[in-house]
């Protein structure tokens, strides 16, 4: 079995035989669930409306997803989230959705920093919510794949003992099959086709080869700046496809997806994941200080921080949205040059004048394709 097959069936796991852990201490909730689930094809399907049967059950079903209210008599939600952390390794833990009746941005937030990968809002949407468990199985799926990957690589080894080097070429090619497909979740989510973290990846490498960066850390850098918005994943549809300006409020959810991306790409310890988490939490920062989620400036903020945020500006504002035009390279390049020492790094912005040809022939190769009419 080649690592292409090997990738597919373990983000597959299939996510319609994942075990999922349902709950809530309201009968009518679990039935509601159980029944959506089931509807859409999940088979294994464990509930309970008492909490403290949580940790028990998840440790004997091994489940991959939990369904978490928050709250709930004996124990509410944070209080299981705080067991699991205790007392649950990297590899037992599962994802976590909370279903939450609270609209509180601090209660959605707290939900998030004690271990959470989504929530939903009741009274939930059943469709909004079937994308979300999807997504959230895929992507564990995956992480389980990259936790397993010296496994993995053992298997393949035994299995071509007479073409080692040709095995290693298939598994590095299956993992950045698995980063790509992360990358790419989110993208989709955003109504892209998949060009625009091709060209903005490319641009990046090449500011950063430009800056110093040797061959190893170039590379790396074109494989993980893909992964940049990873955490749009957990962004609700209803603010992340608005056709129209976001209220504040919506704003600061909008903004929880860099952390949310660091959270995603933080249980892996591989130098191409701790760089992806790298970017994912520092590609919105600002090289004045007023860029998200930390405040960090100047050089404070990581290089591949720096040259992906670039990178991910510059394609952005040349690149045709639902909601905008196209820039011309000429306006986009004004803007881009009016913002060194603000939010760009005024030493990126010298390499970024010096490579606008090598970056006009990127935009180029990789431009979207023209849309044809069906009629």
């Not at 029944?35 to 999940?42: E, N, P």
């Not at 299981?80 to 609209?103: C, D, G, H, N, R």
């Not at 950063?208 to 962004?235: C, F, R, V, W, Y």
Request: some cysteine.
């Amino acid at each position: 079995m080649n690592g292409t097959v090997l990738v597919n069936n373990a983000l597959a796991l299939d996510s319609k035989n994942a075990n999922i852990l349902l709950v809530d201490d309201e009968e009518a909730n679990i039935k509601l669930l159980e029944r959506t689930l089931h509807s859409a094809g999940y088979q294994n399907i464990i509930s309970t409306q008492d909490s403290r049967q949580a940790l028990p059950l998840l440790r004997t079903h091994n489940c991959d997803l939990l369904l978490l209210d928050l709250n709930m008599p004996h124990l509410d939600g944070y209080g299981v989230m705080e067991q699991i952390k205790a007392q649950f390794s990297l590899e037992e833990y599962p994802a976590i959705l909370v279903l939450t009746a609270q609209s509180m941005q601090d209660s959605r937030q707290r939900a998030l920093d004690n271990g959470a990968r989504d929530y939903v809002t009741k009274p939930f949407n059943i469709q909004e919510l079937l994308s979300r468990v999807r997504n959230l199985l895929e992507v564990h799926c995956a992480q389980k794949f990259i936790r397993n990957q010296n496994y993995l690589l053992e298997e393949m080894v035994e299995a071509r003992t007479r073409d080692l080097q040709t095995a290693h070429q298939k598994l590095r090619e299956s993992r950045l099959q698995v980063v790509r497909r992360l990358g790419r979740a989110a993208e989709y989510r955003d109504n892209e086709t998949g060009l625009h973290i091709i060209r903005m990846s490319k641009i990046a490498t090449l500011l950063g080869q430009s800056a110093g960066m040797n061959e190893t850390e170039a590379h790396l850098l074109l494989n993980a700046s893909p992964m940049h918005d990873i955490g749009k994943i957990g962004i609700p549809d209803h603010i992340l496809l608005k056709p129209g300006k976001l209220d504040p409020e919506e704003w600061e959810i909008m903004k929880t997806h860099a952390q949310i991306g660091a959270n995603i790409l933080a249980e892996d310890d591989s130098e191409l994941l701790c760089m992806a988490r790298e970017i994912a939490l520092t590609h919105h920062e600002k090289w004045d200080g007023s860029g998200y989620p930390n405040g960090l400036q100047g050089d404070d903020i990581p290089l591949v921080g720096r040259v992906t945020a670039l990178a991910d500006v510059f394609d952005a504002l040349t690149s045709q949205r639902p909601y905008k035009k196209a820039w011309s390279n000429e306006d986009a390049v004004a803007l881009i040059m009016s913002e060194s020492g603000k939010h760009f790094d005024p030493m990126l912005i010298t390499h970024f004048h010096k490579l606008l040809p090598e970056i006009f022939q990127i935009r180029d190769q990789y431009a979207e394709p023209e849309v044809s009419q069906i009629g």
